[in-house]
């Protein structure tokens, strides 16, 4: 069965400072899908960033970057020079098997960003 | 609209009442899906629609959760019986197609159900 977990349960940092927060997941299956979503104090889920299985390329946009790394399970989430406005719970997620399925969510990282 | 929708964004409910809980997906939108989550945890999938074919409804926790999406487009999730522990935020989410391609969910904003 596919696990996330996301053992940061709350991370603090001053504005302008980097922060990671942590993901790892477990799967059986050899195709699936990794995400992270953004939860705003109004509550509605953000999608911010999809990754498939075979492609293990970091990827950087803007003040955002991942790092997946198969041999660890892991898919972190920096934030580069946060802001205010960072201030959020996020979220890890799985999909297995072609993608289509429900995810699996890990329990998520409250990020507070102090002015 | 441009997102997905959901209603009631609130709903308080007395314990035995039934509840309907509406979502309108993103136009187009084949796949539909419902989640549940409680305070302070992430969400917990619930049913998987693929237009009108419930494909999956592995998570549903009783026989008292009850979904549906006939015409393939708006989709219901209906709660019978409730019980305090049915509060939670109910979250629905559509993606643009059933395969791996375009299966970013987008989710609407929730309806948080309370149980007295």
């Known amino acids: 069965a596919q696990k996330v977990t996301q053992a940061q349960t709350e991370i603090s940092v001053v504005e302008k400072e980097d922060v990671t927060l942590d993901c790892v997941y477990e799967t059986r299956d050899t195709t699936y899908y990794l995400f992270w979503y953004k939860q705003p104090p109004s509550g509605e889920l953000v999608f911010l960033i999809r990754?498939?299985?075979?492609?293990?390329q970091n990827e950087i946009s803007g003040r955002y970057s991942w790092n997946f790394q198969k041999s660890t399970s892991s898919f972190n989430f920096t934030i580069t020079a946060s802001q205010v406005v960072d201030s959020a719970v996020y979220f890890c997620?799985?999909?297995?098997?072609?993608?289509?399925?429900?995810?699996?969510f890990g329990k998520g990282t409250h990020l507070i960003i102090q002015p | 609209g441009a997102g997905v929708s959901q209603s009631p964004r609130y709903k308080v409910a007395k314990r035995g009442q039934d509840v309907a809980l509406r979502c309108d997906p993103i136009?187009?939108?084949?796949?539909l899906f419902w989640y549940q989550q409680a305070l302070g945890q992430g969400p917990e999938f619930l049913t998987y629609f693929q237009n009108e074919a419930q494909l999956d409804k592995s998570g549903l926790p009783s026989d008292r959760f009850f979904a549906e999406r006939p015409e393939g487009s708006v989709s219901t999730l209906k709660i019978q019986r409730t019980q305090q522990e049915d509060s939670a935020v109910y979250l629905c989410?559509?993606?643009?197609?059933?395969?791996?391609?375009?299966?970013?969910?987008?989710f609407g904003p929730g309806t948080r159900l309370t149980v007295l």
């Open positions: 136009s187009g939108h084949v796949s």
């Open positions: 997620a799985l999909s297995e098997g072609g993608g289509a399925d429900g995810l699996t």
């Open positions: 990754r498939n299985s075979f492609d293990e």
């Open positions: 989410a559509s993606s643009l197609a059933a395969g791996s391609y375009y299966n970013e969910q987008f």
